[in-house]
Structures are given as C-alpha cells and as structure tokens.
C-alpha cells in the first residue's frame, strides 16, 4: 500500500502544503524548502493516498507529480477542481513534457514545475499561490461593486464570468478572441483582479498602435545613450509589468520580426534592454487578444505557429451581442446613466418602442457600438424619455458600399488624382459608418489598422469611435 504521511497541525494562520510524489527524494526536498518558508507540509505517494489526506483535512495549495503509481497527476488535478473549492494545484512534470503541463493547465491546474525542480521557482510559485485572493460568489462581487463586471444575465455572459474566474486561479498564458467591442481588455482586466497578481500592475499595450521601429525598444527598454535620444534608461513593457500582468490587445497585427523577439522573451523569462549586455528575469504573465482568427494568420504566413502555441495555452472567446439580446436592456440603462451623469443631466429612460429597435439590430461592433448609438441618441435628444424614432442607428442598408465618382480632373498629377479618390472615398465611409472605424473599414475592404494608416498619410486625424 502506497505510504502516505502528515505532520502535526499547526497554527491556521500556517498554510498547509500538500506534497504527492512517488520519489522520496523529491519529497524530501520539497519538505525541507516549505518547512524552511513555516509551511506545514503532509505527502502522499500515489492518488489515492492524496484524496484521503484532501477528505481528512484542509490545504492551501497542492504540488503533484504528474506520473503517480495508481494514477496521473492530471486525474489528482481534476479530483481537486471538482472536490476542493478554490484550492491551487501545481503539476510537476519533467523536462520536456510541456503537453502534459498544459493539458493540466486547461484542466484548471495552478502553473507547473519542471524537473529538475528550481527552488527559487517553487519558493516563487508558493508565494504566488497562497496570494490568491477568496473566490466570491457572483452577487457578492455585484454587491462590493469593487470588481470589474461583464454584465448580463444571458447563458453565454454567465458561462463566461464562469471561465473567466477559473482562468484567473491560474498562471496559464491566455488568448482572448473575439469581434471588435466585445470587451476583451475588460475581460484581461477581470482575470489579473481574481488572480494571484491582483496587488501586481496590469499593463494593456495596442500592438497595431505601435510604429515598427520602436517596437522592441517599447517592449524591451533601452539604456541611456544606445541611440540618439535614449537620455535616460527605459524599462518597456516587460520590465514595467514584471510580477504583473501584460495584455497584449490587437497581437496579431506584430510584425513577424517582432513575434521572434517576444517568443525568447517568453520562452527564457528574460529580456535584454536595447544598449545592455545582461539578460534581466521578469515573470510575467501574458494575455492576448485580436478580433483576427490567429489560425488564418498562421496559414497566410501573418503569424508565428510556435508563437501561437505559447500564446494560446487557454483560449477565451467573447460572445458578440447578438448572441446576447436579452442583455441589450440592461446594458443600455446602465449606460444611460452613465452618460447622463457624465454630461450632469437628469436620468433618461428608453421607452419600450425605443428599446425593441434596439435589440431588433445586430451591431457589428457590439457594446462599443451599443454604447456609441446611446451617445448619439442623448445627445441629439433633449427629452428625458427617448423614443423609437430617436434613436440614431447607423444607416446600414444591405447593400453597403462606398462608391465614389470623382470628376476627371486633367490637370492633376497621376498621384494626386489617386489621393483624391482614396480620400474621398474614406470620408464617404467615416461619414456613413457614423465615424465606426470598424464598419468603414469594413465597407471599404480593408483592415482598420490599414485605414487608421491610410488616415494619418492622408491627414484624415480626426476623432472618430474604433
């Protein structure tokens, strides 16, 4: 029979640590490093030796091997996840055998350790593990008002503030997928507040925002004098987001000589500033997000597959608010009562006619969209109680297309005949789209990072809704 042993309880305030390992030694080094940090430590030897120590008493965090003699590590990690709340469990797995950590990472597993066991990374994992904060029941969280909320009673946005609190008891690098509006960065913002780096800062960077050539140097830092105009030294984003969380909105518009740099930067754990010769170790967790399918990107040759492996351990797609249509009246109120405050006039309400056009349109730029019609619609309404007839929806007939039909003017050049057409042709676009950068772009046939381009070439700044 597999040997299982447990120290004496202690103290509450002494977290209980749970070792199941197979290998003495490994045990014993294990227990020597917690007891070193005050942690009590109880071990067992196979699978079921762990759930009789999990039924006779109460851990803080588990740590088990991934190849037990009764069973695997990920069945131990499943048992946990349906038996033990809000417990963290960490695999540990040896070298090489990433495919077994992330399949215990998408079963809800912690983070995981690779043999040869780093005692720095365990000491870094514990800590980290014990700082997560108490799973709160949604109303709880609704009630504190403390937390960011996706809002919405629908079975698709309660299946995912579900995913999204199991995501967040994890380590594991998340992609967030879905339409423009859908509220990806909100979504990013509610799984680093849930998880173990809440304290920790959330930095949130626009890939497709950042020109090429200075995109290692936003990222990675520089020192002071490694270029004309590097006055000072710069940690970038990893260095600033390090113990943190880094959100990356928009990665598949990085360049593919970008995608190289972050893959050794996300691989190694390490980033060298632009001017440095020294590696320097941040721990980061990342999250990423695009409105693109990163498959397509990989098979046009966009997008890096090794990249995307690292990147898409766990994949969270947002529903668009279509799907959600129950959802439209809750949202609309709590957004008129924002813009009402903002603009300090008195709260208006949406009659029921005003509110059955609403959730008769599909919005193809989701809450984003939903949130810009109300702004219009307040705006050009001076009446407390809005009607059918009131609210500004885009103009967007099935047959949606720009076309423009410019005079053929003889004495322009070549080129600036050509600007005139494109110029026209996207003001045309912004003006029907109600100045959506999404629709436009859409209507016009390309992406919206080629139209904020073509834009700022053209000297289109204006400010319009994205």
Not at 173 to 188: D, F, N, P, R
Not at 315 to 333: S, Y
Request: a neutral charge; charged letters at 25%; glycine letters at 6%.
């Amino acid at each position: 029979m597999p040997l299982s042993k447990s120290r004496a309880s202690s103290p509450a305030s002494i977290p209980n640590i749970l070792i199941v390992d197979d290998e003495p030694d490994i045990i014993e080094l294990l227990e020597i490093t917690l007891a070193r940090m005050g942690m009590n430590v109880a071990s067992a030897q196979s699978v079921s030796g762990a759930q009789m120590l999990l039924k006779s008493q109460k851990f803080q965090l588990c740590l088990t091997d991934m190849r037990l003699p009764d069973g695997k590590g990920l069945d131990l990690v499943k048992y946990i996840a349906q038996h033990c709340g809000d417990m963290p469990v960490a695999v540990i797995t040896a070298y090489g055998t990433t495919d077994n950590a992330v399949a215990a990472l998408k079963a809800g597993a912690f983070d995981y350790l690779s043999k040869p066991v780093s005692l720095k990374q365990l000491r870094d994992l514990v800590k980290s593990a014990l700082n997560l904060p108490p799973l709160q029941p949604e109303a709880s969280s609704q009630a504190s008002g403390q937390q960011r909320l996706l809002l919405g009673e629908s079975q698709p946005m309660r299946q995912l503030r579900t995913t999204i609190d199991k995501l967040s008891r994890s380590q594991a690098a998340v992609h967030i997928h879905g339409e423009s509006g859908t509220g990806k960065e909100l979504a990013a913002r509610m799984i680093h507040e849930r998880s173990a780096r809440h304290q920790q800062v959330f930095i949130a960077v626009n890939c497709g925002a950042i020109p090429e050539n200075l995109m290692e140097s936003e990222f990675f830092g520089y020192k002071k004098g490694a270029f004309t105009g590097a006055d000072k030294d710069h940690n970038g984003f990893f260095l600033a987001a390090n113990g943190g969380t880094l959100f990356l909105d928009e990665v598949a518009d990085l360049p593919l000589s970008m995608q190289v740099k972050l893959l050794r930067a996300i691989q190694e754990k390490q980033v060298r500033r632009i001017g440095d010769t020294q590696e320097i170790p941040v721990d980061v967790r990342i999250i990423s997000a695009t409105h693109k399918k990163l498959l397509h990107c990989i098979e046009s040759g966009q997008f890096r597959q090794d990249l995307y492996y690292r990147l898409n351990v766990i994949e969270l797609n947002m529903p668009p608010l279509r799907d959600m249509r129950t959802d439209i009246p809750l949202l609309a109120e709590k957004i008129m009562t924002k813009l009402c405050q903002e603009a300090n006039r008195s709260p208006c309400s949406l009659k029921k006619e005003a509110m059955d056009r609403l959730m008769d349109y599909d919005y193809p730029g989701n809450v984003r969209e939903l949130e810009n019609i109300l702004e219009r619609t307040l705006a050009l309404s001076t009446e407390p109680q809005i009607g059918r007839n009131e609210i500004q929806l885009p103009d967007l007939s099935p047959a949606f297309h720009v076309t423009i039909s410019p005079e053929l003017d003889d004495t322009l050049p070549l080129q600036d005949f050509l600007d005139k057409l494109e110029k026209d042709s996207i003001v045309k676009a912004l003006d029907q789209s109600h100045y959506n950068r999404t629709i436009a772009a859409k209507s016009l046939g390309i992406t919206v990072r080629s139209l904020r381009y073509r834009m700022e070439r053209l000297k289109l700044n204006q400010p319009v809704s994205s």
